[in-house]
């Protein structure tokens, strides 16, 4: 039933894709985030990130690894399990001071119902008539990254491909570029993602039978037609500082602020055309093997049931362990305490892998 609602969607969604736009939420699916670690710090993560969750986060932070190979895994469900959300990342020293990674990322909603032919031509309600399709949100990221003569300085840069399917009846194909810049300055790190930095445009076409079009006219639906949708540059300034408590016990800490350019969001902080979005995080580890996770985000203006105005926010947990090359990560995250039903538990894998040593193995370390 609950996919049923998202065909409904589907049909209502098209003829938005129409004409050349500039959405608020076009391509939002990569602002959801990658990596347990990550998402228990509410996403507060593009000054600290020194992994190869660096191609989403901060391309800068790739110069960081300190193994030959780093390979990352993480799937999630969404939506009590409608909405699948999967990644995967590899990433590699080229030299002393440069690295590049690769990342894929899948947002998708599998199985729904398409009911556009359950009637046949005489009227007649046939279940048989009744297909299914997916609706899949794709994202490709070549990402490379080298450290300054400066020290403490790094930059790095992507390259995205963007696929997006809707079935048989609808797909697009998108290009843009992100830039990412890190700063070490003593125990105070620093740090700028710019994405989408020229734009990332998505060329939508359709291919709509005539049945399908025939139940567009019926229901008021307008045919959608070939389209070009436009995702503005989004900038991320971050701060963070490391502290070293005792022999064994490390924090970490960092705010950053999203300022996106695409007119006013509900957000913290709104104006037009920017709006600016804070969230924070914490982690404090100990002896480097275990580590508790804390933050908040999504900050957001609603007025309640008797007209008062107040601000809802979406607080994240996660743990983490990590032992001879391999981490694994948790994050709980409940989106604003509205709902007991919208939560979710992301758990990521981390791989380092080294070259193959004398004995011609290679090495978890």
Do not use: C
Not at 253 to 258: C, L, P, R, S, Y
């Amino acid at each position: 039933m609950k996919k049923l609602l998202f065909l409904v969607v589907f049909l209502s969604a098209l003829s938005a894709f129409s004409q050349t736009s500039a959405p608020k939420f076009s391509n939002e699916f990569l602002s959801i985030g990658v990596g347990a670690r990550a998402l228990g710090m509410s996403n507060a993560y593009v000054t600290t990130v020194n992994d190869v969750t660096s191609g989403y986060w901060n391309p800068a932070g790739l110069a960081q690894i300190k193994k030959d190979f780093q390979v990352s895994l993480m799937h999630a469900s969404y939506f009590a399990g409608i909405a699948k959300y999967d990644y995967g990342a590899f990433a590699a020293n080229i030299d002393s001071s440069s690295a590049f990674g690769f990342s894929v990322v899948r947002f998708g909603v599998d199985d729904i119902p398409n009911t556009t032919q359950l009637i046949d031509a005489d009227g007649n309600v046939d279940f048989d008539r009744i297909s299914s399709f997916s609706v899949a949100d794709y994202a490709f990221m070549f990402s490379y990254a080298r450290k300054s003569k400066i020290p403490g300085l790094r930059y790095g840069a992507n390259v995205k491909i963007i696929y997006r399917q809707v079935g048989d009846f609808a797909k697009a194909w998108g290009f843009g570029l992100d830039g990412g810049i890190q700063y070490d300055l003593k125990n105070w790190k620093f740090g700028l993602m710019a994405r989408d930095v020229t734009s990332t445009f998505n060329a939508w076409s359709f291919s709509l039978n005539q049945e399908t079009i025939d139940v567009f006219n019926a229901t008021g639906n307008e045919i959608p037609s070939n389209s070009t949708e436009i995702t503005l540059p989004k900038v991320i300034l971050g701060v963070g500082r490391e502290i070293k408590i005792s022999n064994k016990f490390n924090f970490l800490g960092e705010i950053d602020f999203d300022l996106s350019t695409d007119g006013k969001r509900n957000v913290l902080i709104t104006g037009d055309p920017v709006s600016i979005d804070p969230h924070m995080g914490v982690e404090v580890g100990y002896s480097q093997l275990i580590f508790l996770r804390l933050g908040v985000g999504n900050f957001q203006k609603v007025t309640d049931i008797l007209q008062n105005d107040k601000i809802t926010y979406q607080p994240n947990f996660g743990i983490g362990i990590q032992f001879r090359g391999i981490a694994l990560d948790y994050a709980f995250s409940d989106i604003g305490d509205q709902s007991d039903a919208l939560y979710s538990n992301i758990f990521s894998l981390k791989f380092d892998i080294n070259k193959q040593n004398h004995t011609g193995t290679r090495r978890f370390d």
